[in-house]
């Protein structure tokens, strides 16, 4: 042995001792606890596992389904009132996005202005919900933000829907997320973002007495997505006549935006509504204006095939991607018992025997969205900058609030998992774990002591005209590159410290990983824990 | 062939990763075996596109009743059609590949699609992917059992654009992403020989993951040294424009270049028009325009490699053959495919026209498809790709042919 295979040796050995006592610190973690951790929540955050092992796992589920009863932290709610955009209706928002100052008159300015305007809406829609995402405590809530939003999706890509979309999460998917399936159901179905991104604000029938036909106006798309994708599913029992005559029963349902309106952006406009009677799914529904419109929503709701749907989906979020039929069962059966309670059905779900099955643990690979929001938890980081946030998911073909289809992003592993993405994360991972991408620390465009002031940029570079539903990653900040950023060192991210990961993730790393980081050097083993195969999957 | 053989046989459960990408002696192999392998590009147009809008029947009255606002006119006419064969013409958006048709290099197929009645995009475009109409239980798509059939187990045999796997290319066999824009030869904090070594340890298993990240380290090899070079010879090009047209010329290029990738995938989004579809111009024909500068962008970043290409463009399904009163259509049936390529016999609109009057229609309401979409895939596998019928029935399972198209 020569004397520099004794340092490597040596220095080995060193590494070996000084991540021992991090394993041998914490009692074995209950794989039960991480497990309803990663589930109900998008991640372990500093002090959770404590948190949850005072409560006890059942004491944390009841909390959670109870997110009204959960303080927030102080910093998130004090963020959130600083947003002013935040809590406008549809219509101030119109207004909003619409008035520029006086002062402003050159066609250019203005046209600079109003988008400005929109831009800073979006933002603070995007901002919000990252904010929430990784620092609320309310993270079951959050979580079904995510599962809903994704279920009901509309994109912020189709005409206004760029400033109502926040709007559509504020008023249509958080007050719900937990209540009932039909109140939710019916805030979807009402809300403009929706109605303008399935087009059935252009259902319209011509009503007059003199028309020819009646159905020329109809526009399938909301009726047939509402069956497909929001209750039935596919293969949900229903027919092309169902199609039209769901079609004919939403005629009418519309977008307001006048400012003397009641805020909603929904008018039912009886002049363009279908006023026959009509046969539904079996249902026989007398012309009656808006109210067939609720008719058929409660039918829908109600339907068992809704039931199993729903059912289905939950199953597959929380537990499987091939979820267990037993489970689905289960949840169907509450669903229909409790009128499509949202609550109870998720209790059932875990409390199920499939939910706690030791070989459902870790099973779920992570999207790039809880990614993402997993990592800044696991590493107790405030959220300053979200822009390397939102370049990754741009890179991973996952940009917030733009699914241009639907149906909504999948939480599959077969979506997510390919050999460009596995790159890509082990990157972010990497980058985040040095202090690389500023995330905690203000972005240059808004920070003080920035010297140079750099351009604002926008928030997802959108890629138009050709419709590649992909964002592009600018070259400025792509993770790991630090050429461009000008932040002085005290607004500076700094390296995670690997031990202290390893202690809010519960150490629950399999021999393989933790020889790996063992036998890495120190300033690495952070990255290497974010981008361990365990933390891939939830 | 299994992703384990593949990796077994590629010696890629070593540790010592970089050196088995550089060194590694099939890759040199496999690059020079065979300098002008067949190629396969197929273009997905997600949300159902309006193929009666793009190759019009513009010598069929009913077309211009059932759509007062949107039907393109005659040739000739303000904004007309680009004629065809006298019977059918080309949407003017797409007048960019004119050449290609005058050449006898494009083909289209009308009344084609799918044998199922579905009208959901995500059952129509998983049955279109998986190559099994009306079976949701296949776990692969079509294109990725074409690879397992003319494997050369390399890892940049198949590309597709973008960060996400299609399910045309999902399956056993190893594919790899292409980048979209931006600049995919960037290096990464990964790439850095202290941590990808150490994340080649952590991901030495034979897990998915595991295999996916190797297959991931050794694509992103592959592909950024062909980028580098290719990139220091493009730099004197004349700028192409952004997009699609972008992503297509540089898969094109890649293709070009290297003899290793002969399948290519590519999907653009955009076309579910139930609303404001326009006619001559507006929505759809905006789309048409990126999609034919984007097709001519990959014919010529192909060069003389085009020879040996045949590529084809496809949708889930057609739309309704009425417009509806918000100047769009609703989900429908048949539609067109388009097949380009050096050997393709082109300057020809295939199939069985089965008219548009009320009874010829399907269901009363949408072009009938009287081509399944298969009957255009089986002559491009046969006659183009070599592959025998037994090889063609693992690809396309449960499927003989109906009717001969003579494409090629």
């Known amino acids: 042995m020569n004397v520099q295979t004794k340092r490597w040796v040596f220095s080995l050995l060193l590494l070996l001792i000084s991540i021992s006592p991090a394993r041998a610190d914490s009692k074995p973690v209950n794989p039960k606890i991480l497990h309803v951790i990663n589930r109900l929540s998008f991640g372990s955050a500093p002090g959770d596992i404590q948190k949850v092992e005072s409560l006890g796992i059942n004491g944390y589920i009841k909390q959670q389904l109870s997110p009204d009863s959960i303080p927030e932290p102080e910093s998130l709610t004090r963020q959130l009132a600083q947003m002013k955009t935040l809590s406008l209706n549809p219509v101030q928002r119109v207004q909003y996005a619409t008035t520029i100052s006086q002062g402003v008159t050159s066609k250019k300015e203005k046209k600079q202005a109003l988008m400005g305007k929109s831009r800073e809406i979006f933002q603070e829609t995007v901002t919000s919900r990252l904010l929430r995402a990784t620092s609320s405590n309310r993270q079951l809530q959050e979580v079904m933000v995510d599962f809903w939003y994704n279920h009901f ?228 980081m405030e959220l300053k900058n979200e822009r390397p946030i939102l370049e990754l998911f741009g890179q991973l073909a996952m940009p917030l609030y733009r699914c241009e289809s639907p149906d909504g992003y999948k939480n599959t592993k077969e979506a997510w998992l390919n050999p460009d993405a596995m790159t890509r994360r082990l990157n972010f991972a990497t980058a985040i774990a040095q202090g690389n991408l500023q995330i905690s620390s203000l972005p240059p465009s808004k920070n003080p002591n920035q010297i140079k002031k750099p351009k604002p940029q926008k928030t997802l570079p959108p890629s138009q005209k050709d419709n590649l539903n992909i964002v592009k990653p600018s070259k400025k900040n792509q993770p790991g590159n630090r050429r461009n950023t000008q932040t002085k060192a005290a607004t500076k991210s700094i390296p995670v410290d690997y031990k202290q990961l390893m202690m809010t993730l519960g150490n629950s790393f399999s021999p393989q990983t933790q020889n790996a980081i063992a036998s890495s050097p120190q300033e690495i083993r952070g990255g290497l824990i974010l981008g361990s195969p365990e933390f891939m999957q939830r | 062939m299994k992703r384990r053989d593949f990796l077994i046989q590629t010696g890629l459960f070593s540790t010592s990763l970089i050196t088995a990408i550089g060194s590694n002696a099939w890759i040199a192999h496999s690059a020079t075996a065979k300098n002008n392998p067949q190629r396969l590009i197929v273009i997905f147009l997600r949300g159902g596109v309006d193929g009666l809008n793009i190759v019009v029947p513009y010598t069929e009255t009913a077309y211009y009743q059932a759509r007062p606002k949107i039907a393109i006119p005659q040739p000739g006419k303000t904004g ?314 693992q690809i396309l399972p449960n499927y003989k042919p109906i009717q001969k198209i003579a494409l090629i």
């Open chain 1, 153 to 380: 999706n509309v994109s912020s890509a189709k005409g206004r829907n760029r400033i109502w979309v926040g709007a559509y999460e504020q008023e249509a998917i958080r007050p719900h997320t937990m209540g009932r399936f039909r109140d939710l159901l019916g805030a979807t179905a009402h809300h403009p973002a929706m109605l303008l991104y399935l087009d059935n604000a252009k259902n319209k029938v011509n009503n007059r007495p003199d028309a020819k036909k009646k159905t020329d106006g109809l526009n399938e798309n909301y009726a047939r997505e509402l069956m497909e994708l929001h209750t039935l599913g596919v293969d949900g029992g229903y027919t092309q006549q169902d199609v039209i005559a769901l079609a004919k029963i939403f005629s009418g349902w519309g977008v307001e935006t006048d400012h003397n309106s009641n805020g909603s952006g929904f008018k039912f406009n009886s002049r363009h509504h279908d006023a026959s009677d009509k046969v539904f799914l079996g249902h026989k529904i007398k012309g009656q204006g808006k109210a067939e419109g609720e008719e058929a929503l409660d039918i829908l709701a109600r339907s068992p095939a809704t039931a199993r749907h729903i059912s289905f989906k939950l199953a597959q979020y929380f537990v499987n991607d091939r979820p267990p039929e037993t489970l689905v069962k289960k949840l169907s059966q509450t669903y229909l018992a409790t009128d499509g309670n949202i609550r109870e059905v998720l209790n059932t779900l875990f409390q199920s025997s499939e939910f706690w099955d030791q070989k459902n643990f870790n099973s779920k690979f992570k999207t790039p969205y809880q990614y993402a929001i997993s990592v800044v938890r696991a590493t107790g």
């Open chain 2, 80 to 393: 007309g059609v680009i004629d065809l064969d006298g019977r059918f013409g080309l949407h003017p958006a797409l007048s960019s590949l004119t050449p290609l048709w005058q050449k006898n290099t494009l083909a289209f197929v009308h009344a084609c699609g799918l044998n199922d009645p579905t009208r959901s995009h995500f059952d129509a475009q998983k049955y279109m992917e998986s190559g099994t109409p009306g079976n949701k239980g296949t776990r692969d798509g079509w294109m990725n059992r074409l690879l397992g059939v003319i494997a050369k187990k390399t890892p940049v045999q198949a590309v597709t654009v973008g960060s996400n796997t299609p399910w045309i290319l999902y399956g056993q066999m190893p594919i790899a992403n292409l980048p979209t824009r931006g600049n995919p030869k960037k290096r990464f904090a990964i790439d850095r020989p202290q941590v990808a070594t150490a994340f080649d340890q952590l991901y030495s298993g034979k897990d998915s993951l595991s295999q996916t990240y190797i297959q991931g380290r050794m694509a992103r090899e592959a592909i950024m040294k062909d980028l580098n070079e290719e990139m220091k010879m493009a730099d004197n090009g004349a700028p192409l424009p952004t997009g699609f047209a972008k992503d297509a010329n540089r898969l094109a290029k890649l293709m070009a270049k290297d003899p290793r990738i002969e399948l290519g995938f590519m999907a653009l989004g955009g076309w579910d028009t139930h609303a404001a579809q326009g006619s001559s111009q507006g929505k759809l024909a905006q789309n048409l325009e990126s999609l034919g500068t984007g097709l001519t962008a990959l014919v010529a970043g192909l060069g003389s490699v085009y020879q040996d290409t045949t590529i084809v463009v496809m949708s889930e399904f057609g739309r309704t053959f009425q417009q509806n009163n918000n100047g769009g259509t609703d989900h429908g049936h048949g539609n067109v495919m388009w097949v380009l390529g050096g050997k393709v016999k082109g300057g020809k609109v295939y199939g069985d026209w089965p008219g548009l009057a009320p009874n010829q229609l399907y269901q009363q309401r949408d072009l009938e498809v009287t081509t399944d979409f298969r009957d255009v895939i089986f002559p491009i596998l046969q006659s183009h790709l070599k592959i025998n019928s037994s090889q063609i029935s």
